[in-house]
């Protein structure tokens, strides 16, 4: 790790002098909101000296931990957003979700934008929405609550969260697509724990499972030794 990143308030899984990948905390935005509050690119001057860039590589959700890809070059950049576009990605998730899914799942459904009256938005099948498929693989069970993971093989808005509500098993602590909506069911349980980009040389990723999903994660088989 660098002088420049070691100053940082988040671990760094990856770094070269063309990339970063590091490990987003929950509830921290990927950029500046209409609400305000710090986001991961206020730490971008930490991240490079450089008079353009960083830049961000993709997006994840502010509740959503783990792997986030930083590009330090335009041409990494470039290059990055081309993997993700074709697919050259692998995008792996654990979560924790109400009730028991099958032990694997293959959920593809096509995604579209909604938006209400009220301003609020939210993600919903649709024929003509965006292709999406998720491939879901059952790791643990305490019969109330499954730790699964989640390859993305496309990468919508809100995928994993509403193919998990589909098939009956919303994950913990959703307060859109879940109907676990009470002071108890604590923050979103969901991480994107492996990202490996297919470059001319592959970089990969692998992120530690948030403080907040621990104990589900234990009550569900995980171990350390053996995640």
Same mark, same amino acid.
């Given at each position: 790790?660098?002088?420049?990143?070691?100053?940082?308030?988040?671990?760094?899984?990856?770094?070269?002098?063309?990339?970063?990948?590091?490990?987003?905390?929950?509830?921290?935005?990927?950029?500046?909101?209409?609400?305000?509050?710090?986001?991961?690119?206020?730490?971008?001057?930490?991240?490079?000296?450089?008079?353009?860039?960083?830049?961000?590589?993709?997006?994840?959700?502010?509740?959503?931990?783990?792997?986030?890809?930083?590009?330090?070059?335009?041409?990494?950049?470039?290059?990055?957003?081309?993997?993700? $576009?074709?697919? +050259?990605?692998?995008?792996?998730?654990?979560?924790?979700? =109400?009730?028991?899914? %099958?032990? #694997? *799942?293959?959920?593809?459904?096509?995604?579209?934008?909604?938006?209400?009256?009220?301003?609020?938005?939210?993600?919903?099948?649709?024929?003509?929405?965006?292709?999406?498929?998720?491939?879901?693989?059952?790791?643990?069970?305490?019969?109330?609550?499954?730790?699964?993971?989640?390859?993305?093989?496309?990468?919508?808005?809100?995928?994993?969260?509403?193919?998990?509500?589909?098939?009956?098993?919303?994950?913990?602590?959703?307060?859109?697509?879940?109907?676990?909506?009470?002071?108890? $069911?604590?923050? +979103?349980?969901?991480?994107?724990?492996?990202?490996?980009? =297919?470059?001319?040389? %592959?970089? #990969? *990723?692998?992120?530690?499972?948030?403080?907040?999903?621990?104990?589900?994660?234990?009550?569900?088989?995980?171990?350390?030794?053996?995640?």
């Amino acid at each position: 790790m660098t002088g420049l990143t070691s100053t940082l308030p988040f671990e760094t899984l990856y770094e070269s002098n063309q990339a970063l990948i590091i490990n987003k905390p929950a509830g921290l935005p990927v950029h500046p909101g209409p609400r305000g509050g710090p986001s991961v690119e206020d730490w971008f001057p930490l991240m490079s000296r450089r008079k353009d860039g960083p830049w961000l590589a993709h997006r994840l959700d502010a509740d959503t931990a783990g792997c986030l890809a930083i590009a330090l070059r335009k041409q990494t950049l470039l290059a990055m957003q081309s993997c993700f $576009s074709q697919g +050259l990605t692998r995008k792996i998730y654990w979560a924790i979700v =109400q009730g028991v899914p %099958p032990e #694997t *799942a293959e959920i593809d459904q096509p995604l579209k934008k909604i938006s209400s009256k009220s301003g609020g938005w939210r993600m919903c099948t649709a024929p003509d929405g965006q292709n999406a498929r998720t491939t879901l693989r059952r790791l643990g069970t305490d019969g109330i609550y499954s730790w699964v993971e989640l390859t993305l093989h496309t990468g919508r808005t809100h995928q994993a969260r509403i193919h998990c509500a589909l098939l009956g098993t919303p994950i913990k602590g959703d307060p859109i697509y879940s109907e676990e909506k009470n002071e108890t $069911s604590g923050p +979103l349980q969901l991480l994107s724990r492996e990202l490996t980009l =297919q470059l001319p040389t %592959p970089i #990969t *990723a692998v992120a530690p499972p948030p403080p907040h999903m621990e104990a589900a994660l234990r009550r569900c088989g995980y171990h350390p030794s053996n995640g």
